[in-house]
């Protein structure tokens, strides 16, 4: 009851300070440049910080992704429902197939896009040379998306990335990682290194990188850096053995 009385009061008060702000500002605009009227308000209180906020898993992840395909140069790259923001900038030097269980609208050249289920991709065996699925199989059968609830979804999509993997081919795989595995229900999941590791166990680590609970990024992790963690974000490059 306390802490509700609180946030009401520093609303208050920030609504307050806000609307004298305001007062001054839209007297002080004496050239009539731009209209400045009360019902176009929009408040950002949480911005004027001493430094940039920014979500480490998304930034350092895919940032991560975009520096290895930088460097393979793949003439094509298929994606399973990563970060859209992701796909789009890639796309400018690399040509990418995006599929996503909730089919995305976006026009862009470099870019085609449409429905996949990661459970049963629309693939041939062996077809796909490079492969990315990023922060999305920990969501996998939790209903989080309008999936139906499978506790063997997850397993199942990883089962999925490895069937349709070329030989020599590499897949770019994120999940949180942390020192237990266990459920957010209806998030995520979050798995330990060696639990991943398990799962691919028919393919090759090539290399891992880690962000930590504080948000570091560690480019050349090991599974020491994540034994003390509770929700990292573990980013896996895997290749498929050539037999």
Aim: proline share 4%.
């Amino acid at each position: 009851m306390r802490s509700l009385i609180k946030r009401k009061l520093r609303k208050y008060m920030l609504l307050s300070q806000f609307r004298k702000k305001f007062d001054a500002v839209q007297g002080s605009l004496a050239d009539n440049r731009f209209a400045c009227n009360w019902e176009d308000r929009w408040p950002c209180f949480d911005d004027a910080t001493s430094a940039t906020g920014f979500d480490a898993h998304y930034v350092y992840h895919t940032a991560w992704a975009a520096r290895v395909l930088e460097q393979s140069r793949p003439e094509r790259h298929v994606d399973v429902g990563s970060c859209l923001r992701f796909t789009t900038l890639v796309s400018a030097f690399i040509s990418i197939e995006f599929y996503d269980y909730r089919p995305v609208k976006v026009s862009l050249t470099g870019l085609t896009s449409g429905h996949a289920d990661a459970t049963a991709l629309p693939f041939a065996d062996a077809s796909v040379s490079s492969l990315s699925c990023m922060h999305v199989v920990e969501h996998i059968g939790l209903e989080r998306y309008g999936d139906p609830f499978d506790p063997q979804g997850d397993l199942k999509a990883m089962q999925e990335l490895m069937r349709v993997l070329s030989p020599g081919g590499q897949l770019l795989f994120v999940v949180p990682i942390g020192n237990e595995a266990r459920i957010q229900y209806n998030a995520h999941r979050i798995y330990t290194y060696a639990q991943v590791l398990d799962c691919f166990a028919a393919l090759s680590l090539d290399s891992f990188a880690f962000i930590t609970d504080s948000g570091e990024f560690i480019p050349n992790a090991e599974e020491a850096d994540t034994l003390t963690q509770k929700y990292g974000c573990g980013c896996f490059r895997f290749i498929r053995r050539v037999n």
